[in-house]
């Protein structure tokens, strides 16, 4: 009986694993590249998804599981409905959360997730992405009309608005005037050493700082100063100098 229990449990423990690997798959190398996953808060829904899916299913089969009971079929049902259940609310969550894109507005990068935004008001094509796909890089651009202006500044929200998306190395010159001195942010050793390993033997000077924020953490983004594009991110608060 316990061969065949513990059989059972690693059999729903299989199915398991690859429906939650194939699943985070997803999440971290497509909706949560670099360190967006941490800062947009997805440690926790992560951990219940796998204490649900990988520990709490397998369990229950290995001490419901018994050859012939005449309930098995149905046991085993409700169990997969919770399953599926915590996957599909886990699913969406992490969906409505993730970065549809990573937008330059003021002063600071923005993420910028899928349940804030509406890609089709975009103007520009290339910024009418699939919510579904990799985060956009995107340079958020005051408009001309006044009042349209002073209403955006009043309700601080420029970077949720499609509509004014520009391309990012269109504006480095400007976008790089307001980058954050290195020399100011990474003082302490435990910060010279972060940044070191990120720049691994590259010049400090051909990448431009700035604060990148996230719902619940926020980070340093690096931006290459000669082409715009993103270099990566840095694992320290932008907002503590020295």
């Given at each position: 009986?316990?061969?065949?229990?513990?059989?059972?449990?690693?059999?729903?423990?299989?199915?398991?694993?690859?429906?939650?690997?194939?699943?985070l798959?997803?999440t971290?190398?497509?909706w949560?590249?670099?360190?967006?996953?941490?800062?947009?808060g997805?440690k926790?829904?992560?951990?219940?998804?796998?204490g649900?899916?990988?520990?709490?299913?397998?369990?229950?089969?290995?001490?419901?599981?018994?050859?012939?009971k005449?309930?098995?079929?149905?046991?085993?049902?409700?169990?997969?409905?919770?399953q599926?259940?915590?996957?599909?609310?886990?699913a969406?969550?992490?969906?409505q959360g993730h970065?549809?894109?990573?937008?330059?507005?003021?002063?600071?990068?923005?993420?910028?997730?899928?349940?804030?935004v509406?890609?089709e008001?975009?103007?520009?094509?290339?910024?009418k992405?699939?919510?579904f796909g990799?985060p956009?890089?995107?340079y958020?651009?005051m408009?001309?009309?006044?009042?349209?202006?002073?209403?955006?500044?009043f309700s601080?929200d420029?970077?949720?608005?499609?509509?004014?998306?520009?391309?990012l190395?269109?504006?480095?010159?400007?976008?790089?005037?307001?980058a954050?001195?290195?020399?100011?942010?990474?003082?302490?050793?435990?910060?010279k050493?972060?940044?070191?390993?990120?720049?691994?033997?590259?010049?400090?000077?051909?990448?431009?700082?700035?604060?990148?924020?996230g719902?619940?953490?926020d980070?340093?983004?690096?931006v290459?100063r000669?082409?715009?594009?993103?270099?990566?991110t840095?694992?320290?608060?932008?907002?503590?100098r020295?």
């Amino acid at each position: 009986m316990l061969k065949q229990k513990l059989k059972a449990a690693l059999v729903h423990l299989a199915i398991s694993a690859f429906v939650i690997t194939t699943f985070l798959l997803l999440t971290f190398f497509i909706w949560y590249p670099s360190s967006y996953a941490e800062m947009n808060g997805l440690k926790n829904i992560i951990h219940l998804l796998i204490g649900i899916d990988l520990i709490l299913g397998p369990l229950l089969t290995f001490i419901i599981f018994k050859k012939g009971k005449s309930s098995l079929k149905f046991d085993l049902s409700v169990i997969a409905i919770i399953q599926l259940a915590a996957l599909s609310y886990g699913a969406i969550a992490v969906y409505q959360g993730h970065p549809v894109y990573v937008v330059y507005a003021g002063d600071r990068f923005e993420l910028v997730s899928a349940v804030d935004v509406n890609p089709e008001k975009a103007k520009i094509d290339e910024f009418k992405v699939s919510t579904f796909g990799f985060p956009k890089v995107a340079y958020a651009k005051m408009p001309d009309d006044i009042k349209t202006r002073n209403n955006l500044l009043f309700s601080d929200d420029i970077e949720e608005h499609p509509e004014y998306y520009q391309p990012l190395n269109k504006y480095i010159n400007e976008i790089v005037k307001h980058a954050i001195d290195p020399a100011k942010l990474f003082v302490t050793e435990d910060k010279k050493e972060k940044l070191n390993r990120f720049l691994n033997n590259n010049n400090v000077d051909n990448f431009a700082f700035f604060p990148l924020v996230g719902k619940e953490k926020d980070a340093v983004m690096v931006v290459s100063r000669e082409t715009g594009e993103i270099a990566g991110t840095i694992d320290i608060d932008p907002w503590v100098r020295g």
